[in-house]
């Protein structure tokens, strides 16, 4: 069993910033890419930003120059730091795991519950 936990979202004013984490838990051998997605009413949930074990990063172009994807991979966690906040970006955001669980077994794919981002205009 892997769970992944979100934390940090919350309300802002547009222009200001949160920073999102997202702990990584259970049965769990190495973890692959960690992702933030996210999901407004009516909307499909979309790509925001990757992070590769080994750094490399991916962003959507709507989130390029304000958010920041890091992880800390001793803790098997992923943040994600939000600047510049638009009131486009509310949405539920979702953390997502590419997680390993044995030294033998394949991939799985595994989302988090999601947290609340709202931002007023």
């Known amino acids: 069993q892997v769970q992944l936990v979100e934390s940090g979202g919350g309300l802002v004013q547009a222009g200001g910033s949160l920073r999102l984490s997202c702990a990584a838990s259970g049965s769990i051998f190495s973890i692959n890419t960690m992702g933030w997605y996210r999901q407004a009413p009516g909307n499909q949930r979309e790509l925001v930003a990757t992070?590769?074990?080994?750094?490399?990063?991916n962003y959507a172009n709507f989130v390029k120059g304000r958010f920041t994807i890091s992880r800390d991979n001793a803790k098997n966690t992923a943040f994600l730091q939000m600047n510049n906040l638009k009131s486009e970006d509310t949405a539920v955001y979702y953390c997502?795991?590419?997680?390993?669980?044995?030294?033998?077994?394949?991939?799985?794919?595994?989302w988090g519950q999601g947290t609340q981002v709202t931002v007023s205009s």
């Open positions: 997502n795991a590419v997680v390993r669980r044995t030294v033998v077994s394949g991939t799985t794919f595994h």
């Open positions: 992070i590769t074990t080994g750094g490399s990063t």
